[in-house]
């Protein structure tokens, strides 16, 4: 069903969510935001309003524009909450079951309920309420939400199920309840997920990136926090905060997920890529004509490592703006170098030069090797890799979909090892503490950076294998 | 959204289901099943496959024709239980929310549910398992019996989980609800909507009308019992019974619902049809040239009318058999006459006759009128109307979608008042004795005629309008 | 692409033109007519519009309601003058590029063209063309007139161009051309494909069909007669005649072609079919329990035949009406029993009983085998078949798409050797000369009976094999 | 119908053709080949294939991977020869009447033609082949080349037509021509055009632009010549010119048209780009933090200005990578600032900086307005505009779809008052004779750069105002 052609991790969504006193057709508004989060997710979108007592929503594979063509959006009610999703491509579906938002009727009265993260004990959690009685109609981690928060509402006390949900939960999430009086914007304690809060006059937003909110003329006002449970309604905004917090954003969000105009954390994804770039020029000298990204998340990086050492930025390879979901598989013939479908070398920029190549990071290693093979046939003299982020070496069980290490070139090799397997003439990663450095807003800060290093917030990774041993 | 030209009730659905022990490919199966109940229901349609402990479905709007066009129905898995479903249009609908089967994770594992009828205490128990701490994602009623079945199943044993559900079900019911193992077919204690079984081989089938059987060859064995819980899994069949069983199936389905080829509760929808013309025939006397049906209900009744009197049968309207779900809204200039886009007039055998026009049933009263009046137009000297059942002086609860007084024509009027309205020389209905005796397979069967008669099963408009009052 | 589950012949088309003095949104009255002539075509459909000097048009391939779906008739211009068509299915398709009507720029301007009918001629006439210096961008015939219509344009004098190029086709044809001014109606000079004409104030229709003209409340004023090039311009209507008129319609238009409501040549086809079926039963006595037609096309007939022979008019097949262009291919274990998906026998109306089953024709037989088959596995004790019309003996050049003597089970058979091939108990053919008198307006009415009778206008025959010989 | 946010010209196309003497799957290859030019057109695409003495084809609106969805591929024939073609998108078009190759039968056979470019004299040569008795089936001028081939071959001699044809051909063309044995690539005497020549072992490529066959893996021979008529065939190729050769390539192409991967005319795009802005940051000094360029198209003419100022490269705009065909026009609270959708600020680099942004041309200049605009409110303290080319002065009347003076911003302004209007703080252009020497391959290299320095090739310019002027 959806393409890949790029070796990259993809588990991530998108939330947008408006609270408006005085906008109209805040579907559209919605859509407009749920455009500029496309990269975070491609395979589904969905928009819920909250009108009166009511919530109406409409949701279906695709991307934003498709999902919303023709006049679905002028069939969504007018109304004063609205919530947003998009979603990344899984394997096994052939329904929308699996879309967000979900919208359900619960204790007291309507919600919606989006989430980006990985809830890690969620199958226990599910086991668990089915044993009380509840049924699942889909796989989704959400539903598991869904039903705590309402199983621990106390009353019309929709705040307290939330508090009490949040507790339970295991693994990276930030999630968006809407009601029919308010928006609940909800962070896990280690900030694993991004989400960010902003105002326009009198009307609230909330955003997995602050793009969505730049886009729209809408001021940034703050990372809602690790631990936060922001609660927006006709008096405002209130915070509550939950237990243990302990600030773990993912690193990897910098490294590749989010779009280079977003700023995380209060931290410039672009300066810090472009910072990485930098400080690998510093610490790995390497004798070269010239310098250029795998294109387009590690360009950024790459003119850091111009700047750095001033070697020229000069392209190697061009990408095909047009890969869309209904491209048709390549035929056999075609396969083998399926990676020029979507890469073309700039023969002319490349021919007899000693190049180096600049990537966010190495994941399985399949596409690198492509991307190598094809330069050397273009004619590439040599061809030096500088990877602006560590060796991953362990799963990730809270985001991204690599569940395990044999999925993992790096997980038992080293950068030689490594650079004989895709054949370039030298392969360079940049060290767990630099990475964090260049990625921090403020001395002090803390992230996840357990892809590379192991440490995971909460043992997660103890925990995961554990239940699986049961 | 969807197109209703025709002043006709709707809100019938269609199931099918198979147990195989044998046959490859069940969703085709099912889909040529489905196909054949088409005619209840034209909004949307779903196929479930039971395999190992998982179940996978696809469901869509659409006929079936459309939501299973291209591969869709090769992405379903081979397994060895199916249920499919088709649905009835209803307003207010922008996504597939509600179409079925429904597919959910309970107590012991994977179920999918499917029915056709109305409960009409659905909002009671909802609330009342909201209370409880379920959430609802759709607002359809087999949400609630989905639920209920949870809620009351005990251990591994969802027998005694249906058997207590339908006790505290009110309204009309015929469901199927589809486990890893078995089929457990369902029809409430009045029997008020049909369902049938069959066998082919080692396979077993349930339906809502035999055409869909008869049509693949399967042998129709029997009709599912009012009150019957029939439960098919690997030690052949097995049926359990509710208590107060109360024979009353709903007369509407020969009348209308049913397709002509089906046979309901061992009497042939044909011969019922065919009888109330004759039947007709006798006791209303009309001097005329010719007799007419208005296709396609009403054809077979005519030619009941026709053979009891003597009088010739002559067509006096064709009917366009290209009216689409996607076709456009008349332009303002042809919606006085929408009639004609799908009905036109036999000139050639109508100029200066003397017309009994049979019809099944008046609701409204709309068409009729249009009919009427194209007719007259088209040079007929006398249009008298024959009605092949009483007249509809009572809403129906239970299943039609007319729940108010004030929507029928013939609520608060007799023969003549209506015929001044519709504007027919002579108007004659049916007595409902006569239509009971004509839809009998056996001396003492006994059915629901409520919209005609008011005689309610079980108390049901008492009830319902309790409840409203509250 | 397209479903064909009938063994019917098919290459009609149907047309529809307005020109109007004062009708708004012409493309949407022009929707409506070819609504009601889908049954002449449902493979593509378009419209085109004359507005001051500009034609702008659209086509596409599927249904009326498909084609047009969304808001494809608002982008079509306001303008005087229409022309939509709707054509059937033939094989070797990908694109639209046969669709009709075709639009032109010419010697005089802007055209657009539209035909129903077959050209015998057309592959000589094309090759000539060609050696002249034209270029063809599509196969369809109508192509090729177009060009012999410019060629003989002679200045602005376009009736002269039509006039001179119907002198050279050979075949049948009835077409339509709009210019920026006016509608040129033509009918070949045997009458071989119908074409009416009507009048609703001071607006000029042309359709293939009465019935659509009956639909929209239009006044049928007469048939264009064979041989005329009919003119509607501002001036009101003029009439051209061609050589050599010799009146032979095509008969099969009665049989099977036409919408049974409409008229053709001042003969009600209705009435045409009953009296066919009346007759029938004069001569061909058999000792039966119940008549009944296959439907839809034989139902009228099969009336007929009741009437007259006082047997009780019983249906033994139940059509399912949402077989639609999308339906799937049936899997293995369905193809045997295709007929099946679409009709279904009513097994109470058949079991143990002597049935005659009235159809319209036979051609190739397989379908016939196939409802003898299922009737007699549903129970019928004897199954005779009456068919109204005579044995089909002969390819027709001219309409239908049987062009060669193998394909046709009557070819070199007899009545009592189709018998044995399609399992009946006996079958029996309308003599020539009875059809041709049920379907007679006036007496000394002729008809092109060739398929029957072997007796081709203009020695079609004897000219095609020779040419293919060549 | 077709989105087009940018202040770019377009009128496009591209044309890719294979002559293959073992090539399997012709119709995938051809596939592949018009997804790399997609960026020349993204309104329709189509594939014809020639096989034995046949050519089928399918095309459709959409972009490539839209129009060959599903199955379409696979229902084109195998085959030796084929040829496929993208387009771009124009204002009136309600059909696929527009979309190539256009497919013919004329005097020698089938043909298939595409074609890239503007005939100046189409409706002169319509006119005079309508009069001599063809007729025009669509708007495009490539109907008219076809007409003008067909009408000067001689006998079975399509060259000679070939040779003929373009001797009456004004204005820009690069096309090819199939045939059931050939292959004719054709570029007009003065190159306008972009055509490239490729093999791969036995097989033979034409091809709009190189990055199509580097991706195919196809080596790239050489440039079809201006003027010359390149026959392929299975003597292999012959080459035939015309008179007056006067070589005058489309400077724009290096400008913005052609994907920066590609080497037109021996002369490397991106190099051309990167020189581009070399040059200009050794002519226009100006005193600023850092260089940006606007996303995609002058990203490389960017960093050459940075390569050559010294001055570091930091993107301030991040563009949305799924701007697609089916996006909703904004609704009017948006439509102000409908860049943003397109185009969003990279605050944190900007705030309070002095920034150079490189653009590669300025049109209309509205789009460059609202950049500056978007930029300055987010905190820019100086927004400096180099553009890497010329002030576009004059029409394109043989390309691009800007064809009156007053679509023109600086046809009669200079660089401050365009500044003035666009809100830059310095707007500076690069000179005609500049931009020649970075776009040159060889000394002496001559172009067509009429919209800027006003000199059309064949005096275009007056021979277009002459006819309007009739």
Same mark, same amino acid.
């Given at each position: 069903m959806c393409m890949n052609f790029e070796d990259k991790p993809k588990d991530e969504c998108g939330i947008f969510a408006i609270y408006s006193a005085t906008t109209q057709d805040l579907a559209s508004t919605c859509y407009y935001g749920l455009y500029q989060l496309q990269h975070r997710g491609q395979e589904s979108a969905g928009i819920a309003i909250s009108y009166g007592n009511d919530i109406k929503y409409y949701k279906n594979t695709g991307l934003v524009s498709e999902v919303f063509a023709g006049d679905i959006l002028k069939e969504l009610p007018e109304?004063?909450?609205?919530?947003?999703?998009?979603?990344? !491509?899984?394997?096994?579906?052939?329904?929308?079951?699996?879309?967000?938002?979900?919208?359900?009727?619960?204790? !007291?009265?309507?919600?919606?309920?989006?989430?980006?993260?990985?809830?890690?004990?969620?199958?226990?959690?599910?086991?668990?309420?089915?044993?009380?009685?509840?049924?699942?109609?889909?796989?989704?981690?959400?539903?598991?939400?869904?039903?705590?928060?309402?199983?621990?509402?106390?009353?019309?006390?929709?705040?307290?199920?939330?508090?009490?949900?949040?507790?339970?939960?295991?693994?990276?999430?930030?999630?968006?309840?809407?009601?029919?009086?308010?928006?609940?914007?909800?962070?896990?304690?280690?900030?694993?997920r991004p989400l960010v809060f902003g105002t326009h006059f009198d009307d609230y937003y909330v955003s997995s990136e602050s793009c969505a909110l730049d886009s729209l003329g809408v001021d940034v006002e703050r990372d809602v926090a690790p631990g936060e449970i922001l609660v927006i309604n006709n008096e405002g905004t209130k915070s509550y905060y939950m237990d243990n917090i302990e600030r773990r954003p993912c690193i990897f969000e910098y490294v590749y997920t989010a779009r280079a105009d977003s700023v995380i954390d209060e931290r410039s994804v672009y300066k810090a890529r472009f910072e990485c770039g930098r400080r690998l020029a510093e610490k790995i000298k390497i004798d070269a004509d010239m310098v250029a990204g795998v294109p387009d998340s590690a360009v950024v990086a790459a003119r850091g490592y111009a700047a750095g050492s001033g070697i020229p930025y000069i392209d190697?390879?061009?990408?095909?703006?047009?890969?869309?979901?209904?491209?048709?598989?390549?035929?056999?013939?075609?396969?083998?170098?399926?990676?020029?479908?979507?890469?073309?070398?700039?023969?002319?920029?490349?021919?007899?030069?000693?190049?180096?190549?600049?990537?966010?990071?190495?994941?399985?290693?399949?596409t690198s090797k492509k991307i190598v093979d094809i330069l050397k046939k273009a004619g590439a003299k040599e061809v030096h890799m500088v990877i602006a982020s560590p060796i991953v070496k362990h799963p990730c069980y809270t985001g991204i979909d690599i569940e395990t290490y044999d999925q993992l070139i790096g997980a038992y090799r080293n950068e030689s090892e490594i650079s004989k397997i895709i054949g370039t003439d030298s392969l360079h990663f940049m060290d767990v503490e630099d990475l964090i450095d260049c990625c921090k807003a403020h001395a002090g800060d803390t992230f996840c950076a357990a892809c590379f290093d192991g440490k995971y917030p909460d043992n997660i990774e103890e925990k995961v294998l554990k239940r699986k041993g049961d």
């Amino acid at each position: 069903m959806c393409m890949n052609f790029e070796d990259k991790p993809k588990d991530e969504c998108g939330i947008f969510a408006i609270y408006s006193a005085t906008t109209q057709d805040l579907a559209s508004t919605c859509y407009y935001g749920l455009y500029q989060l496309q990269h975070r997710g491609q395979e589904s979108a969905g928009i819920a309003i909250s009108y009166g007592n009511d919530i109406k929503y409409y949701k279906n594979t695709g991307l934003v524009s498709e999902v919303f063509a023709g006049d679905i959006l002028k069939e969504l009610p007018e109304g004063d909450i609205a919530l947003g999703h998009v979603r990344y !491509c899984t394997k096994d579906e052939v329904s929308v079951v699996n879309a967000q938002p979900i919208v359900y009727h619960g204790k !007291c009265g309507d919600f919606a309920l989006a989430m980006n993260g990985k809830i890690t004990n969620a199958d226990e959690l599910r086991k668990s309420l089915v044993k009380e009685g509840v049924i699942f109609q889909s796989n989704i981690d959400l539903e598991v939400i869904a039903n705590l928060i309402n199983k621990y509402t106390e009353g019309e006390n929709v705040i307290i199920g939330v508090k009490k949900a949040v507790e339970v939960l295991e693994g990276s999430f930030a999630f968006v309840l809407i009601t029919s009086t308010s928006v609940i914007a909800v962070r896990d304690r280690f900030g694993l997920r991004p989400l960010v809060f902003g105002t326009h006059f009198d009307d609230y937003y909330v955003s997995s990136e602050s793009c969505a909110l730049d886009s729209l003329g809408v001021d940034v006002e703050r990372d809602v926090a690790p631990g936060e449970i922001l609660v927006i309604n006709n008096e405002g905004t209130k915070s509550y905060y939950m237990d243990n917090i302990e600030r773990r954003p993912c690193i990897f969000e910098y490294v590749y997920t989010a779009r280079a105009d977003s700023v995380i954390d209060e931290r410039s994804v672009y300066k810090a890529r472009f910072e990485c770039g930098r400080r690998l020029a510093e610490k790995i000298k390497i004798d070269a004509d010239m310098v250029a990204g795998v294109p387009d998340s590690a360009v950024v990086a790459a003119r850091g490592y111009a700047a750095g050492s001033g070697i020229p930025y000069i392209d190697v390879l061009e990408k095909n703006r047009y890969v869309g979901r209904t491209f048709i598989q390549p035929t056999q013939a075609f396969r083998e170098n399926s990676v020029k479908i979507k890469l073309n070398v700039h023969k002319a920029n490349v021919q007899g030069k000693r190049i180096i190549l600049v990537d966010d990071s190495i994941v399985r290693g399949t596409t690198s090797k492509k991307i190598v093979d094809i330069l050397k046939k273009a004619g590439a003299k040599e061809v030096h890799m500088v990877i602006a982020s560590p060796i991953v070496k362990h799963p990730c069980y809270t985001g991204i979909d690599i569940e395990t290490y044999d999925q993992l070139i790096g997980a038992y090799r080293n950068e030689s090892e490594i650079s004989k397997i895709i054949g370039t003439d030298s392969l360079h990663f940049m060290d767990v503490e630099d990475l964090i450095d260049c990625c921090k807003a403020h001395a002090g800060d803390t992230f996840c950076a357990a892809c590379f290093d192991g440490k995971y917030p909460d043992n997660i990774e103890e925990k995961v294998l554990k239940r699986k041993g049961d």
